[in-house]
């Protein structure tokens, strides 16, 4: 009973652990200080691979623009359902596996789980990702400069071609130091 206790701790304990920790801290030397883009996107749906696409073209483009991107959390309860779904997932196999009656007449379709535990095992570990990944796809590829929104493929349906993101790009700069200039311009000097 204390190695199912274990298991179970240990799995939720994996669970727990955030696995962005491939970002490096800024120093003051390395702040930002350009414009920034930030992608917002589905990862499930497969849309990390169509960001850094962007990222390698908008380096190219425009060297001094930061772009960020993170995947979108889906809306609700969906992600803390989908976490919630995904250790019971895990809980069950453990169960299945370790051969747990409960002490309990059995039911049918546990008695078979512990008579074909590879099949059964299987099966929950299919069924609950396939699950999962319904909760947590978005479908998202949103897009953000300076933390003001500029393109929603939830509200367009599509990803923006590279000549319209560019376009949106510098529309927003041209916009960004057209103020800057206006700024300098109310500055007054007394003599």
Known sequence: MRWLILCIFAVMLMHSI????????????????????RFFYCYSCGYRKAF???VNILKQKYPELHVE????????YNMLIAKALGTL???????????????????SIWQWC????????????????????LLVSSGAFEIHFNDV????KL??????????????I???LDMQFSEMEMDVGKIKFQT
């Open 89 to 107: 997932k895990i809980l069950m196999i453990v169960l299945i596996v370790s051969g747990t009656d409960f002490g309990l007449p059995l039911t």
């Open 69 to 76: 991107g993170e995947n979108f959390n889906p809306p609700g």
């Open 149 to 152: 929104p500029v393109w929603s």
């Open 114 to 133: 512990l008579n074909n535990r590879f099949y059964s095992c299987i099966l929950i570990f299919l069924l609950g990702n396939a699950i999962e990944g």
């Open 170 to 172: 510098d529309f927003h």
């Open 18 to 37: 955030d696995g962005s920790g491939d970002e490096a801290p800024l120093t003051k030397l390395g702040a930002k200080t350009g414009p920034t883009l």
């Open 52 to 54: 850094e696409q962007y």
């Open 155 to 168: 509200e367009t349906g599509r990803i923006p071609q590279p000549l319209e993101l560019f376009q949106i």
